[in-house]
């Protein structure tokens, strides 16, 4: 809304006159305070975030409980920057293309523009395969994780994109936007797409859906690149 747009304005170029030092969790949001803030270089350091060491489900071989339903995953907060109103046609496209069995989980309390959200939600023709979570608990968020068959991460803007690090802990394979943090956060462990193109979305989830010894590979490379975020260093 343009009056929280107006403050976080105000505020961060107030903090970066200010204060003495300024810590970016990314060399993307160091890169836009210094290109759309004025930012002073120099006194601008990058501290990535960090993942909980320890929590690597066992066994994790790619392959979801043959009992359930598969499902796609969404985590975060459903408002328009996460670019939700582009997954939602991609899933459609999956669905009509490969005939998928999948459900789409969405996973996360409501933000801006969730109006427009829901109504497209309502008038797609797969809207009983889509599945509103609300806001979970970390518990149901880890079981989340751990059983999607894909998570995706289509969002048009990340400061960081946690969500991403927490997918590659959980062993779920990771699918996310190639603009701002999400190709430094992800690395290796991802297939990036356009969030503005529909097809690039629903192509870069049906690659892992439809060749399991890729879906591995993406799996244990993500496993790997969480090795380069942590809380004590």
Do not use: C
């Not at 071989?61 to 996460?82: C, H, M, N, S, V």
């Not at 109103?85 to 789409?104: D, R, V, W």
């Not at 603009?179 to 989830?205: C, L, Q, T, Y």
């Amino acid at each position: 809304p343009a009056k929280h747009l107006r403050y976080l304005r105000w505020s961060t170029k107030y903090a970066l006159k200010t204060a003495r030092k300024i810590i970016a969790v990314s060399e993307n949001t160091k890169k836009d305070l210094i290109e759309l803030y004025g930012g002073e270089p120099k006194k601008i350091e990058v501290v990535y975030h960090g993942v909980k060491e320890g929590v690597l489900p066992l066994g994790r071989d790619g392959y979801r409980p043959k009992e359930r339903t598969p499902y796609i995953l969404f985590l975060g907060r459903l408002e328009k920057k996460k670019n939700i109103e582009g997954l939602i046609p991609a899933f459609n496209l999956l669905k009509e293309k490969y005939k998928i069995p999948h459900k789409l989980v969405l996973a996360g309390p409501r933000g801006y523009g969730y109006e427009d959200l829901r109504f497209k939600i309502q008038n797609t023709r797969y809207k009983n395969d889509i599945i509103e979570k609300g806001y979970i608990s970390g518990e149901e968020k880890r079981k989340l994780l751990h059983e999607a068959e894909v998570f995706v991460l289509p969002s048009f803007y990340e400061g960081f994109g946690m969500p991403i690090l927490e997918a590659q802990v959980a062993g779920a394979p990771v699918v996310t936007s190639n603009v701002s943090s999400m190709p430094e956060v992800a690395g290796n462990g991802a297939i990036f797409i356009d969030p503005k193109n529909i097809e690039s979305i629903a192509n870069g989830i049906y690659k892992i859906i439809s060749d399991d010894n890729f879906k591995k590979e993406l799996i244990q490379k993500g496993q790997e690149n969480i090795k380069r975020f942590s809380w004590q260093k």
